[in-house]
């Protein structure tokens, strides 16, 4: 398989498979995309976790669905604008720079949101979580480009079953979708995906471990802390 010439801050990758694998890799990378999964997962658990949707809650989905969708989003749109970024996916590792600062405030700011709100404590328990994995992440990225896709979601989905329960495990089977499909679109080497997936799991289970338990154990979501 031909190389492809290396893109600054970036490992020479050869090129990415042809017709059907290529397009299957390519829609599973967007479907697959952090925020992708983890808008709807978010809206779920959030409005089963106040007991369902009132005023107060859709309040706070346009607080958290602003900072956590349209924020992000907006900000890697201006950043592909002004040549700061390669593009959506941020291909090079140069362009994580720019992502991390970034996105721990944005964090930081949705944490504070959920305590303002008072959600109950296994919800901002998952973004006290999320906060901790991209803390790490950027640590890592000073020595490599760890795939976002496969820590975000390895992160996302791990919180999930964390707070709902065993039945939802079997959602955990999306990771190595998300791992193959990076691997597949050449945008990611395995040791890239494995760094994110260790990054993604590892310090979330270990703060909500910290605050909620075992996993499976911290009741249903909207228990009273």
Same mark, same amino acid.
């Given at each position: ?5 290396? !893109? ?18 390519? #829609? ?20 089963? @976790? ?13 607080? !958290? ?16 604008? @002004? ?30 949101? #959920?305590?303002?709100? /008072? ?9 006290? &979580? ?13 020595? !490599? ?8 979601? &390895? ?7 964390? !707070? ?19 691997? @597949? ?6 040791? /890239? ?15 909500? #471990? ?7 154990? &911290?009741?249903?979501?909207?228990? &009273?802390?």
């Amino acid at each position: 398989m031909a190389e492809l010439p290396a !893109v600054p801050g970036t490992a020479a990758l050869s090129a990415p498979p042809a017709g059907g694998e290529q397009r299957l890799a390519r #829609f599973l990378s967007f479907a697959l995309h952090p925020l992708a999964l983890g808008t709807p997962i978010s809206l779920w658990v959030g409005i089963a @976790a106040f007991g369902g949707l009132s005023a107060r809650v859709a309040e706070l989905i346009a607080w !958290v669905g602003t900072l956590g969708l349209v924020f992000p989003m907006a900000s890697l749109a201006l950043l592909v604008r @002004a040549g700061k970024i390669s593009d959506f996916f941020m291909t090079r590792h140069a362009d994580r720079r720019w992502l991390y600062p970034i996105g721990l405030v944005d964090l930081a700011i949705i944490l504070s949101v #959920f305590r303002a709100y /008072e959600a109950p404590l296994p919800i901002w328990a998952t973004a006290a &979580a999320g906060i901790a994995s991209a803390a790490c992440m950027a640590v890592a990225n000073r020595w !490599v480009k760890a795939s976002l896709h496969v820590g975000g979601n &390895a992160g996302i989905l791990l919180a999930l079953c964390w !707070v709902q329960g065993f039945y939802l495990w079997p959602a955990l089977a999306l990771v190595p979708a998300t791992i193959w499909s990076r691997i @597949a679109m050449r945008e990611h080497t395995p040791k /890239e995906t494995a760094t994110g997936l260790v990054l993604g799991l590892l310090p979330t289970a270990l703060v909500l #471990f910290y605050l909620l338990g075992a996993p499976g154990l &911290a009741g249903p979501l909207g228990a &009273a802390p």
